[in-house]
Every structure is written in structure tokens, then in C-alpha cells.
């Protein structure tokens, strides 16, 4: 399902307010634009020497050009940037690029560096970005400006030596793993010019990503001694489906059945989206079941049948979509997620007792996603546990960083959770968490 995220881990936030002083921060989260770009690090994040499994590729809801990273563990882009490019393989540079600062340790070397200065006040930027990501972003900016400005020169400001060495070894990257090394000289096109701009008109890339002349000299020196490679359908194929989709949902409807007309799935895929957007829903619902017919084994159509069908309260044919899915993905949490929310649509004892069973096993996979706290505490409210629905409840206010509302549900939880179960410490420690004012 195509949704956003507004929780953010504390250190994505904290660059968020960077790039977005003044407005909500959220991620993207859908399952086949997540997988797609999966398929496309890989090969790079193989090369760099880096746990493909380990290493997320994160969607950020904004039309700004700009990807960055803040741990070891995440690359995020922004959806503005992936709508931007132009192949796989320009995709596929850039990740290569902020893998390459998660391969050389220039993350590690600036999060000692700001530990080791106690630069990062943990609680205070957590509640900064909260408030920025619920929706404030104004508030959150100020309240970040005492606590994570700092911060932010920490993790988003690359010393030119870092750039350089990032660069080199995305070459290598791209290279070791036969992506075209052209790629990167496209992208540094892409942003050329950009650091003339006024600050306020630059994308944030150009800030946290200087390009200098010697820079773009450099790289195109390396390219030209690089050997060079064709760019991989299978690559391409993934990319298309990833920026399709994400168009579909993210430009007019009108805009997208201009231009998909194909008779690709891909092409096929957009126009459901794109009918469905436009309120034309028996049309919308032929098609994606013409293109589940023509590709049974894709979990991914599956779940997008089963997002359409249940936005137009065809709730129990929903249930039967994202259940196909999942027999498809079993352990895919936002696939599950779906099932979870279509089951509790049912709204009858047996389908909430098995959406809690489900939504449990979605939050083990994923406990970032918002959604699915959301539908736990519901399944567990319905299947009378009104504690662990005050717990998760809680959980989910205190990640949004509205600690008020946070607060009183897990007042609630401890009141009526037993005294000493692993649940009943989970609300005590977000009490104790919060300053008493």
C-alpha cells in the first residue's frame, strides 16, 4: 500500500530538518516501489562489501532533489530525485555514492566525533523532529535550533576529502558490479549549476553534496578510464516499475494516462492506479485484475489490487487480494500490514482475532511504520486487551513525538497491564521518559 510514514528514526529527522525547516517530514512506504529499489542496490551494496540485507533503501516524501545517509543501516532518497532521473543506472550511482560513505566509515567517524563532544542531546532532537514530523514543522525547527543544529553539521556535512573518496569508491562500485560508470558524471549533470543558486532556491543536495569543479574534473577523468558497460534490462525493468508507480500516485491522474499507453504491465499498472485516483473504479478494478491474471505470481500486484479494492469498500474481495499476496510474500510487513487493516474492515470476531495474529507479526518485521500500530491497537481493543491497546497506542504517540497524548495512554497501560510483564515495563519506560513539566 502507497502510504506515509511520519514516524522517523531520531538521526533521519534530524537531517530532515535541514532539508525541510518548514514543513512535515514522512516517508513513502509501499512494498513494490521498496522491493524495486532493493533489486537495484543490491549488486551495489554487494560491491561496496556491505550486507545487502542490511542496508535499507528509504523513500522520503519530498519533490526536492536529495539522498543522504545518517547510520549504517539506511540510504534514504528523496521521491523528488527518483522522479527526476532518467535510467537505472543513474539510480544505481547514487546509491553507490552514499554507500560509499557507509563503506568508509565517515558515519561511524561522525557519530564518535559528535558523542565524543556530547554535541547530541538524544531526547531533546528526538522531540524536535517528532514535532516536525506530526506536522509542525515550524515548531519542530525551533525547538531543534538549541539541540540539533549542531547535529546537522555532524551528519550532513561532507568534507571535500569525503566527497572525493566517496566518489572514487562509487566508481568502483558501479564498475565491480557492470553498472555503467557514465552514470555518475549524468548525475553530477543533473545538479550542475545548482550551487549558483541562492541558498533558499538549491536543492538540498548541493548543500550536503558540494560539487566543485575539480570534483565534477575528477570524476570525469575516472569515467573515462573506466570501462564501460550496457546498461541491464533487468536493472532498467525494476527501475521503470519503481518510478512508474511512484508517478502514478504522485502526478495527476490525467498526466499519467496520457503518457501509459503501452501495453506493458508496468504501463498497465499505472493506468489502475491512475483510474482509481480519478474515481473511475469499475474500470480501475477490471484492470488490476487483468494484470493479476496475466502475472499470478507477483505479490506486488496482488497488494496494489488489494489497496484498490479496499479504498472502494470491496472489503471482503480486499481480504482475498492482500491474502493472495501474502501467501506470495509471507514475510513482507506492509503486505501484511494490508491484510491486517482489510480484515478488521470484516468486522467480525474471527477476522479481528486473525488481523491481530497477523498485524503482531507485520509489527515483528517492521516497528517503524505508523499504520500498523495504528490497526494493532484496534485488533487489540476488539479482541478485548485494552492494556496492550493503550501500550501500542502510547508507542505510536510517542514515536509521532506527541508526548502528552503519549503520556496519558500510558498511564492508562500501566493501570491496566500486569504488574511486571515485559508490556507493563514497555509503558512504564515511555513514562519515565518523558521530562515532568
Avoid: C
Amino acid at each position: 500500500m502507497f502510504v506515509r510514514n511520519t514516524f522517523l528514526s531520531l538521526l533521519f529527522a534530524i537531517a530532515t530538518l535541514t532539508a525541510l525547516p518548514a514543513k512535515a517530514a514522512s516517508l513513502l512506504r509501499d512494498p513494490d516501489i521498496e522491493y524495486s529499489l532493493k533489486q537495484l542496490a543490491t549488486p551495489i551494496l554487494n560491491a561496496a562489501g556491505l550486507n545487502a540485507g542490511s542496508v535499507r533503501i528509504i523513500m522520503v516524501n519530498d519533490r526536492s532533489l536529495n539522498a543522504f545517509v545518517i547510520d549504517n543501516k539506511s540510504i534514504f532518497i528523496h521521491s523528488g530525485l527518483i522522479l527526476k532521473l532518467s535510467s537505472a543506472s543513474q539510480l544505481q550511482a547514487i546509491i553507490a555514492h552514499e554507500a560509499a560513505h557507509i563503506a568508509n566509515g565517515h558515519l561511524t567517524r561522525r557519530i564518535g566525533n559528535a558523542r565524543a563532544s556530547n554535541r547530541i542531546a538524544t531526547f531533546g532532537a528526538l522531540l524536535a523532529v517528532a514535532v516536525a514530523a506530526s506536522g509542525e514543522g515550524k515548531a519542530g525547527a525551533g525547538i531543534a535550533a538549541g539541540v540539533a543544529g549542531s547535529a546537522r553539521g555532524v551528519f550532513l556535512s561532507h568534507t571535500r576529502a569525503e566527497e572525493s573518496s566517496a566518489d572514487q569508491a562509487a566508481l568502483r562500485y558501479l564498475v565491480r558490479a557492470k553498472v555503467p560508470p557514465i552514470a555518475m558524471a549524468e548525475v553530477f549533470e543533473i545538479f550542475r549549476g545548482q550551487e549558483a543558486l541562492n541558498i533558499g532556491r538549491q536543492d538540498p543536495y548541493a548543500r550536503t553534496h558540494p560539487l566543485s569543479r575539480d570534483r565534477v574534473r575528477s570524476i570525469k577523468g575516472a569515467i573515462a578510464g573506466a570501462r564501460t558497460y550496457k546498461e541491464d534490462p533487468k536493472y532498467a525493468y525494476w527501475f521503470a516499475r519503481a518510478q512508474g508507480k511512484l508517478s502514478a500516485f504522485k502526478r495527476a491522474p490525467k498526466w499519467t494516462l496520457r503518457r501509459a499507453k503501452s501495453n506493458s504491465d508496468i504501463d498497465a499498472m499505472r493506468r489502475a492506479i491512475a483510474l482509481h485516483r480519478n474515481s473511475q473504479s469499475a474500470k480501475a478494478k477490471r484492470d488490476i485484475a487483468n494484470l493479476v491474471a496475466k502475472n499470478p505470481k507477483d505479490a506486488y500486484f496482488r497488494e496494489l489490487q488489494g489497496q484498490i479494492l479496499l479504498e472502494n469498500r470491496d472489503f471482503s474481495a480486499a481480504v482475498k487480494a492482500y491474502d493472495a499476496g501474502v501467501r506470495l510474500a509471507p514475510n513482507n510487513s506492509l503486505i501484511l500490514g494490508g491484510l491486517g487493516r482489510g480484515l478488521l474492515t470484516l468486522k467480525t470476531k474471527t477476522a479481528d482475532k486473525r488481523a491481530l495474529n497477523v498485524l503482531t507479526k507485520a509489527r515483528s518485521r517492521d516497528d517503524r511504520d505508523a499504520g500498523i500500530m495504528r490497526d494493532l491497537a484496534v485488533a487489540y481493543a476488539r479482541t478485548g486487551n485494552p492494556g496492550m491497546a493503550s501500550l501500542v497506542t502510547a508507542e505510536r504517540y510517542a514515536l509521532r513525538g506527541d508526548l502528552k497524548n503519549a503520556q496519558i495512554q500510558a498511564k492508562r497501560a500501566v493501570g491496566l497491564l500486569p504488574r511486571g510483564s515485559a508490556a507493563h515495563r514497555r509503558a512504564q519506560d515511555i513514562l519515565d521518559s518523558i521530562p515532568r513539566q
